[in-house]
């Protein structure tokens, strides 16, 4: 009995506390009361004004009111829906008794999708093109971020330090880069992707983004690989974006003035990698620095004129005082596999400079609406300096990685010991003058482009670097009556040249139910240098057969690329300059098709092209991490073919994601590349300087196609992106990258070219964001958020398999004078962190 009660008035006890609370808790509402108004601010009659995850609704009255009872003290979330219109989720967190008075705008959805697919349509029908989301650079986890990360997906990539690519087997020199018609430069002596500073696109002031893979068209200039694109936004108000992050920080602003008549783009960046480097195999005081201001302001003067200055600065700087690399390899030679490894220890320190200004202004005439007239002139200037004193005492042996002995970590078994050091003093001044035409004509089935470029080119070039290597008390390579340098560069050059090109372009589009397109073209290209002429006929085609029940269009384009050698090209690895050097001729056919269709009861794309390219008058080179050594001659043929594959859609609704997968295969073979090896009286073969051991015959070895430098089967690029099902305001992006091995070159060597090999490159990059305001959250009137669109929190762990990716090899010499390659390592496990504001 005592039981009962004891549990009866607790019961009753537990209700009396329980019910005062629970009354209060009844009257903890707040009230949301406000106007829905379409895109001209008219009111919406019967808009339906729903509490999410709540049976409570309410709908606008016919001046487009509403008034609302909702829950105090917790976040909650109306829906605003009508057909026709935008569905608008607006957030609060209301205190009790608050009344919150909103306006709400819908958009009427209708024209805006009929836009984006006459867009796509059009763009869909040229060959090479990659039409790439802006927006996604920033949300996009990669250490270099920007646009070009998000080309790396498509194209593949071996280093995630620099912006650098290559695109089906072409070198990083063989990509054009435009800024609203004006073609863009990066430096030219950077080394590493240490070194690199900030692309000269900035992600925030971009609209429009059109990557060219290959077949472009006759209207962009003279390189064989690829066409970046890009068209800087033209704002229609005044906002703005911040961002600050552990690797990088940037701030831009736009608006309009004079009635819209002026626009300006604002954009500021600050990028530093020392978080990055200082977790490379290489320890020291890493000081890393790049700045750039880019402006773009524009003035339609009259209704037929309109006037643009585009203004970029750049400066970056790069200190490094190294202390110590540990480098370690499993596997070297049949003849010795064991774990060995590179001790150094360093004295000295590496300072660059890099510095790069542009200016551009045009003039567009609109004398009629189907004709366009575009008057520009730039300038640009480059200026960079190399200081490098460094001096490595190495040990080179068996190390020991027995946890449990003493000399866990150490070299145990010493190989080889001795000094190496890298000395440069190198200085390089460009400036480019250019002045340009280009115009547009609507002639109904034909449209018209045409253009003409005159351009300055000025060198000042100082070059002055060595090696010197000294194993176990003897410089290499050895000559007992002189000190010997490993390698020597050095050169002056002061030259200019003037470069015309320019060209003539017809789209003519077919009366027929298929729509047929034809696109043809011819570039010239003349410069005062080596006074070559060369003419590029292009052509391209596309059509969308009728009669298929899938939407499908199918292109294609054939025509010859060439690329008229500039200052790296020209350069020898002696130092010494090729005024005569001719330019590369590539001669290219692609085809494929862009197909339509539903994966998941959602839209899909999937787009495949082959291709094959076919090189003369090659000027072979050797990549050194990001540096390009060419050899200064056209001594060199070589052929490139492949297929790529690309799917985009909503595998997660409302999220679009891609894949993109190639096989490719280019080598080149070089004009007289053959090499002597000596014979013994044993038939050993030798050295042909082996004192001990007298040669007795000889033999003539011709190389052949190798494979080139960028030569990789396979490359595979996911952007993937995801969200919680119960909050779309938390969201993860996976970029995973893979490409199969890539041939190694010797520098300097035609015996060993591709004697050795990069093993694949694979990486995963994870970033996880969540909103942490947006434009429907609520804010009261003194909140220093008010003005906000959004604000988001991004984590961004990068190559979260910790793969340790090479990206050189650095070769040693042990006493019995055998060569080991020690691989040099990129950056490992890494953890980055930035936040976001737009108002």
Same mark, same amino acid.
């Given at each position: 009995?005592?039981?009962?009660?004891?549990?009866?008035?607790?019961?009753?006890?537990?209700?009396?506390?329980?019910?005062?609370?629970?009354?209060?808790?009844?009257?903890?509402?707040?009230?949301?009361?406000?106007?829905?108004?379409?895109?001209?601010?008219?009111?919406?009659?019967?808009?339906?004004?729903?509490?999410?995850?709540?049976?409570?609704?309410?709908?606008?009255?016919?001046?487009?009111?509403?008034?609302?009872?909702?829950?105090?003290?917790?976040?909650?979330?109306?829906?605003?829906?009508?057909?026709?219109?935008?569905?608008?989720?607006?957030?609060?967190?209301?205190?009790?008794?608050?009344?919150?008075?909103?306006?709400?705008?819908?958009?009427?959805?209708?024209?805006?999708?009929?836009?984006?697919?006459?867009?796509?349509?059009?763009?869909?029908?040229?060959?090479?093109?990659?039409?790439?989301?802006?927006?996604?650079?920033?949300?996009?986890?990669?250490?270099?971020?920007?646009?070009?990360?998000?080309?790396?997906?498509?194209?593949?990539?071996?280093?995630?330090?620099?912006?650098?690519?290559?695109?089906?087997?072409?070198?990083?020199?063989?990509?054009?880069?435009?800024?609203?018609?004006?073609?863009?430069?990066?430096?030219?002596?950077?080394?590493?992707? !240490?070194?690199?500073?900030?692309?000269?696109? *900035?992600?925030?002031?971009?609209?429009?983004?059109?990557?060219?893979?290959?077949?472009?068209?006759?209207?962009?200039?003279?390189?064989?690989?690829?066409?970046?694109?890009?068209?800087?936004?033209?704002?229609?108000? *005044?906002?703005?974006?911040?961002?600050?992050?552990?690797?990088?920080?940037?701030?831009?602003?736009?608006?309009?003035?004079?009635?819209?008549?002026?626009?300006?783009?604002?954009?500021?960046?600050?990028?530093?990698?020392?978080?990055?480097?200082?977790?490379?195999?290489?320890?020291?005081?890493?000081?890393?620095?790049?700045?750039?201001?880019?402006?773009?302001?524009?003035?339609?003067?009259?209704?037929?004129?309109?006037?643009?200055?585009?203004?970029?600065?750049?400066?970056?700087?790069?200190?490094?005082?190294?202390?110590?690399?540990?480098?370690?390899?499993?596997?070297?030679?049949?003849?010795?596999?064991?774990?060995?490894?590179?001790?150094?220890?360093?004295?000295?320190?590496?300072?660059?400079?890099?510095?790069?200004?542009?200016?551009?202004?045009?003039?567009? *005439?609109?004398?009629?609406?189907?004709?366009?007239?575009?008057?520009?002139?730039?300038?640009?200037?480059?200026?960079?300096?190399?200081?490098?004193?460094?001096?490595?005492?190495?040990?080179?042996?068996?190390?020991?990685?027995?946890?449990?002995?003493?000399?866990?970590?150490?070299?145990?078994?010493?190989?080889?010991?001795?000094?190496?050091?890298?000395?440069?003093?190198?200085?390089?001044?460009?400036?480019?003058?250019?002045?340009?035409?280009?115009?547009?004509?609507?002639?109904?089935?034909?449209?018209?482009?045409?253009?003409?470029?005159?351009?300055?080119?000025?060198?000042?070039?100082?070059?002055?670097?060595?090696?010197?290597?000294?194993?176990?008390?003897?410089?290499?390579?050895?000559?007992?009556?002189?000190?010997?340098?490993?390698?020597?560069?050095?050169?002056?050059?002061?030259?200019?040249?003037?470069?015309?090109?320019?060209?003539?372009?017809?789209?003519?589009?077919?009366?027929?139910?298929?729509?047929?397109?034809?696109?043809?073209?011819?570039?010239?290209?003349?410069?005062?240098?080596?006074?070559?002429?060369?003419?590029?006929?292009?052509?391209?085609?596309?059509?969308?057969?009728?009669?298929?029940?899938?939407?499908?269009?199918?292109?294609?384009?054939?025509?010859?690329?060439?690329?008229?050698?500039?200052?790296?090209?020209?350069?020898?690895?002696?130092?010494?300059?090729?005024?005569?050097?001719?330019? !590369?001729?590539?001669?290219?056919?692609?085809?494929?098709?862009?197909?339509?269709?539903?994966?998941?009861?959602?839209?899909?794309?999937?787009?495949?092209?082959?291709?094959?390219?076919?090189?003369?008058?090659?000027?072979?080179?050797?990549?050194?991490?990001?540096?390009?050594?060419?050899?200064?001659?056209?001594?060199?043929?070589?052929?490139?073919?492949?297929?790529?594959?690309?799917?985009?859609?909503?595998?997660?609704?409302?999220?679009?994601?891609?894949?993109?997968?190639?096989?490719?295969?280019?080598?080149?073979?070089?004009?007289?590349?053959?090499?002597?090896?000596?014979?013994?009286?044993?038939?050993?073969?030798?050295?042909?300087?082996?004192?001990?051991?007298?040669?007795?015959?000889?033999?003539?070895?011709?190389?052949?196609?190798?494979?080139?430098?960028?030569?990789?089967?396979?490359?595979?690029?996911?952007?993937?992106?995801?969200?919680?099902?119960?909050?779309?305001?938390?969201?993860?992006?996976?970029?995973?990258?893979?490409?199969?091995?890539?041939?190694?070159?010797?520098?300097?060597?035609?015996?060993?070219?591709?004697?050795?090999?990069?093993?694949?490159?694979?990486?995963?990059?994870?970033?996880?964001?969540?909103?942490?305001?947006?434009?429907?959250?609520?804010?009261?009137?003194?909140?220093?958020?008010?003005?906000?669109?959004?604000?988001?929190?991004?984590?961004?762990?990068?190559?979260?398999?910790?793969?340790?990716?090479?990206?050189?090899?650095?070769?040693?010499?042990?006493?019995?004078?055998?060569?080991?390659?020690?691989?040099?390592?990129?950056?490992?496990?890494?953890?980055?962190?930035?936040?976001?504001?737009?108002?």
């Amino acid at each position: 009995m005592f039981h009962k009660f004891h549990t009866t008035a607790t019961l009753l006890i537990t209700c009396f506390l329980f019910y005062p609370s629970s009354i209060y808790a009844q009257k903890k509402i707040a009230t949301i009361t406000g106007k829905v108004l379409d895109e001209n601010d008219k009111p919406l009659k019967s808009v339906s004004v729903q509490v999410l995850n709540v049976e409570k609704n309410t709908a606008t009255n016919d001046s487009g009111y509403f008034q609302i009872n909702v829950a105090a003290n917790k976040p909650v979330a109306l829906v605003f829906s009508f057909v026709g219109y935008t569905t608008v989720q607006k957030n609060f967190y209301l205190g009790t008794g608050e009344n919150e008075k909103i306006t709400i705008k819908l958009q009427r959805f209708t024209k805006e999708l009929k836009a984006v697919t006459v867009k796509d349509e059009r763009d869909r029908r040229q060959p090479g093109l990659v039409n790439i989301d802006a927006s996604r650079a920033l949300v996009n986890p990669s250490p270099i971020g920007g646009i070009e990360s998000l080309i790396k997906v498509f194209v593949g990539s071996n280093n995630e330090l620099t912006s650098q690519y290559s695109v089906r087997g072409g070198s990083y020199d063989e990509n054009l880069v435009y800024v609203n018609d004006f073609e863009v430069y990066r430096p030219y002596l950077v080394r590493s992707g !240490q070194q690199e500073g900030l692309s000269f696109i *900035n992600p925030e002031l971009t609209s429009n983004v059109k990557f060219y893979n290959g077949g472009f068209q006759a209207k962009y200039g003279d390189k064989m690989s690829s066409v970046l694109d890009i068209t800087y936004r033209k704002p229609t108000q *005044n906002a703005g974006s911040a961002y600050i992050g552990l690797l990088e920080q940037g701030l831009h602003l736009e608006g309009t003035a004079k009635k819209n008549k002026v626009t300006y783009l604002f954009g500021v960046r600050n990028r530093t990698n020392q978080n990055l480097l200082s977790s490379q195999e290489t320890q020291g005081n890493y000081i890393p620095s790049s700045v750039d201001l880019q402006t773009l302001v524009t003035w339609q003067a009259t209704n037929k004129w309109r006037l643009e200055a585009l203004a970029n600065f750049s400066k970056t700087k790069f200190s490094f005082f190294p202390k110590e690399s540990q480098l370690t390899s499993s596997v070297f030679s049949p003849l010795y596999s064991t774990s060995l490894g590179l001790d150094i220890f360093f004295e000295g320190h590496e300072k660059d400079k890099y510095s790069t200004n542009f200016i551009g202004l045009s003039a567009i *005439n609109q004398p009629t609406k189907k004709l366009q007239l575009k008057w520009m002139l730039s300038y640009f200037s480059d200026k960079e300096e190399e200081n490098i004193d460094i001096t490595g005492a190495y040990l080179f042996g068996e190390r020991d990685f027995d946890p449990n002995s003493a000399t866990n970590g150490a070299i145990v078994n010493p190989l080889g010991a001795g000094v190496n050091q890298n000395y440069a003093r190198n200085k390089l001044d460009i400036d480019v003058w250019s002045a340009s035409h280009k115009g547009t004509l609507d002639a109904g089935k034909h449209f018209l482009q045409w253009g003409n470029t005159i351009e300055r080119q000025v060198v000042h070039d100082h070059l002055h670097e060595w090696i010197y290597n000294d194993s176990a008390g003897y410089s290499l390579p050895y000559n007992p009556n002189q000190l010997s340098l490993q390698s020597f560069t050095s050169g002056d050059a002061d030259f200019n040249v003037t470069r015309f090109h320019g060209y003539i372009q017809d789209n003519f589009r077919f009366n027929d139910s298929s729509g047929f397109i034809l696109q043809g073209g011819l570039r010239y290209n003349y410069n005062t240098l080596n006074k070559e002429f060369l003419l590029s006929p292009r052509i391209g085609f596309s059509f969308k057969p009728d009669n298929w029940k899938k939407d499908i269009v199918i292109r294609g384009a054939a025509g010859v690329y060439v690329q008229p050698p500039f200052y790296r090209e020209m350069r020898r690895y002696d130092g010494s300059i090729n005024y005569n050097l001719k330019a !590369q001729k590539s001669y290219q056919a692609s085809g494929g098709f862009d197909y339509y269709f539903k994966l998941f009861q959602r839209p899909a794309r999937f787009t495949t092209e082959a291709y094959y390219k076919y090189m003369t008058d090659v000027v072979p080179y050797d990549i050194d991490n990001v540096r390009l050594h060419y050899y200064g001659e056209n001594n060199a043929k070589a052929y490139t073919a492949g297929i790529e594959g690309r799917l985009f859609g909503e595998i997660v609704k409302d999220a679009e994601s891609w894949i993109s997968i190639g096989i490719m295969r280019t080598k080149e073979n070089l004009n007289n590349d053959y090499y002597t090896t000596y014979q013994n009286a044993a038939g050993e073969t030798i050295g042909p300087h082996t004192a001990d051991k007298i040669p007795v015959d000889s033999t003539t070895n011709a190389v052949g196609w190798l494979r080139r430098p960028t030569d990789r089967l396979i490359t595979f690029g996911m952007f993937f992106q995801d969200y919680l099902s119960t909050n779309k305001n938390f969201k993860v992006y996976f970029n995973t990258l893979y490409g199969s091995n890539m041939p190694y070159n010797i520098p300097g060597s035609i015996r060993y070219r591709n004697a050795l090999t990069i093993e694949p490159y694979i990486r995963v990059d994870i970033g996880f964001s969540a909103l942490l305001l947006n434009e429907q959250s609520a804010r009261r009137s003194h909140s220093p958020f008010k003005n906000f669109d959004n604000i988001w929190a991004s984590l961004e762990i990068f190559n979260v398999i910790d793969r340790a990716n090479t990206i050189s090899y650095q070769l040693v010499k042990d006493f019995s004078n055998t060569v080991y390659a020690i691989p040099n390592r990129l950056t490992p496990r890494l953890v980055n962190f930035k936040i976001f504001a737009k108002w």
